[in-house]
């Protein structure tokens, strides 16, 4: 499978891990499946903490009622804070990964963000897996469309403006309603 | 471990502190109301801290007085969150020449500040020598533990925080941190008992009867979608305006309907929480985010 990446998916997620990076993150990718390709066209924050069903839930089905036409929910990014641990989806996200296969009735894909230190600068890089649907096993997707130049200078504004403040994702959002989890600013 | 539900966005809180924040030619007394403000809240915003706090500390810290150790304190902190190394180890260096550097103040900073280095054997033994002195410091004991929650393996982190507890059985933040890691790990059922804990001790920490609710709808049955239901209608007739007590009470309650075992109560209540819910978009002026959305 290819999947290739528009730039609000990468400034997104990207901002959703800046603004929590105490906490592990996790989002839902919206996109439009070809016959092998998947293009991932829009993200939306879900949480901060671990996900629990009845909001993941009621999450999917906001998403369902307000994403771009013509996508579906195809996969999500994680990102688990900056720790020892190397990075991989954490138990949570595997669940809510197989919630989106089964759901699709398809592979899904999961975008796992790493925020190191590199030369005493923050870099923040993407990998991408893919879940098999079938046999709910996760594996290297083989066409990778991650540009990370691409993702690099869609970060830049994001993080020179810190517009990552005003990011909100849906456990903000079930706080407090009049907060919007499309994030249009960040579109 | 800070705040107890720090993976919960404080949207009130944030609309407040945009109102102090967004002032122009702000005084030492509103600089001093945000740092204030974000401290006494639990909220997250060290940059903001650390701005507010150099801005005190270079343009009015003549008229600080016995304040100004603990503006510099603020500045420390927010620094060491901030990962903006350098300012804290100057503010360090103040407070050791004000306190000297037995403080046990001064080497919990030096401590955190280390860890923040990844200089972890180094903090692990800043808190050794505090608890030799006092082996009751119940926040450097935890400070100790935190160490161990960076590691791959949290094993021993989830025994730490068990052992705290048998000490400290009443320590409201140990109990909501181990569900918080239990509910990482998916084991439900120790989750569901940290945070049952939390309301027995706190019943009006309605946070913990909301995420006790979501445990036992994940667990399923209808057993404990009942009571998922009971816990979050406490929580809305002191309270109908959290949003979040009323969407999980949405989902228990169709949930509880489709498994054709409804009571009466549970159509009413279905009804109310959708009401509640529009009424709460129609509020927030944010309609729009449901025009598509079946609430019917």
Redesign the interface.
């Known amino acids: 499978m290819k999947v290739s990446v528009e730039e609000r998916v990468y400034k997104k997620a990207a901002a959703h891990v800046l603004r929590y990076t ?3 993150v996790i989002g839902v990718l919206v996109g439009r499946r070809g016959p092998g390709t998947v293009t991932l066209v829009d993200a939306y924050p879900l ?4 996900v ?4 993941l ?2 999450a999917f ?2 998403i369902d ?2 994403k771009p036409e013509g996508t579906t929910i195809v996969g999500l990014y994680e990102a688990v804070v900056k ?4 990075p991989t989806l ?3 996200g595997v ?1 809510v990964l197989e919630v989106i296969a089964d759901r699709a009735g398809a592979d899904a894909i999961a975008l796992l963000i790493d925020q190191n230190t590199a030369n005493d600068e923050e870099v923040i890089t993407f990998h991408a897996r893919q879940l098999s649907q079938k046999e709910h096993r996760l594996s290297e997707v083989p066409e990778s469309g991650l540009s990370p130049a691409f993702a690099m200078s869609s970060l830049e504004k994001v993080i020179r403006e ?1 517009q990552y403040r005003s990011i909100v ?1 849906f ?2 959002h ?9 994030n249009p600013t960040l579109s | 471990m800070g705040r107890i539900f ?7 809180q ?2 407040i502190l945009e109102r102090l924040v967004s002032k122009r030619d702000k005084s030492a007394s509103d600089l001093k109301s945000i740092i204030h403000f974000v401290k006494n809240n639990n909220l ?1 915003y060290p ?1 903001l801290v650390l701005d507010c706090s150099l801005q005190l500390l270079s343009k009015h810290s003549s008229g600080l007085d016995s304040e100004y150790h603990l503006i510099i304190e603020e500045l420390v902190n927010a620094a060491i ?1 901030s990962d903006f190394l350098e300012v804290a180890m100057k503010g360090i260096k103040s407070l050791s020449r004000k306190f000297g550097d037995k403080n046990t103040k001064v080497i919990k900073i030096a401590g955190t500040y280390r860890e923040s280095n990844g200089d972890e054997n180094n903090a692990n033994e800043y808190y050794d020598y505090i608890l030799s002195e006092n082996k009751n410091d119940l926040k450097v004991q935890k400070r100790k533990l935190a160490l161990l ?4 393996d949290l094993q021993p982190y989830i025994e730490g925080l068990n052992k705290l507890l048998k000490d400290n059985m009443n320590d409201i933040e140990t109990w909501a941190e181990l569900g ?1 890691v239990y ?4 084991n439900w059922s120790r989750a569901l008992y940290s945070y049952e804990q939390v309301i027995m001790l706190n019943p009006s920490q309605f946070y913990a009867y909301i ?1 006790a ?3 036992l ?2 667990q399923g049955t209808t057993d404990n979608l009942y009571q998922a239901r009971n816990y979050l209608c406490y929580v809305i007739i002191h309270d109908p305006e959290i ?2 007590a009323l ?2 009470l ?3 309650c169709r ?1 509880i309907d489709r498994t054709g075992k409804a009571d009466a109560k549970n159509a009413t209540l279905l009804t109310v929480c959708k009401k509640r819910l529009k009424l ?2 129609e509020k ?3 309609s729009t ?5 079946n609430l019917e």
Do not use: Q
Request: charge should be negative; include cysteine; glycine fraction near 2%.
């Open positions: 105490t906490e592990d949480a901060h903490g671990p629990m069903a009845p909001l839930e009621i089905e906001l009622a307000n720790t020892n641990r190397s954490t138990p949570s669940k810190r994702d456990d903000a079930f706080e407090d309603v009049s907060l919007d989890f499309r | 720090k993976n919960i966005c404080d949207g009130k944030d609309k997250r940059e969150e929650k960076t590691k791959e918080f509910l990482n790990n998916l995420r609710a979501e445990i709808y994940t949003t979040r969407w999980t949405f989902s228990v949930a709460c978009y927030a002026k944010t985010l449901i025009d598509n959305y």
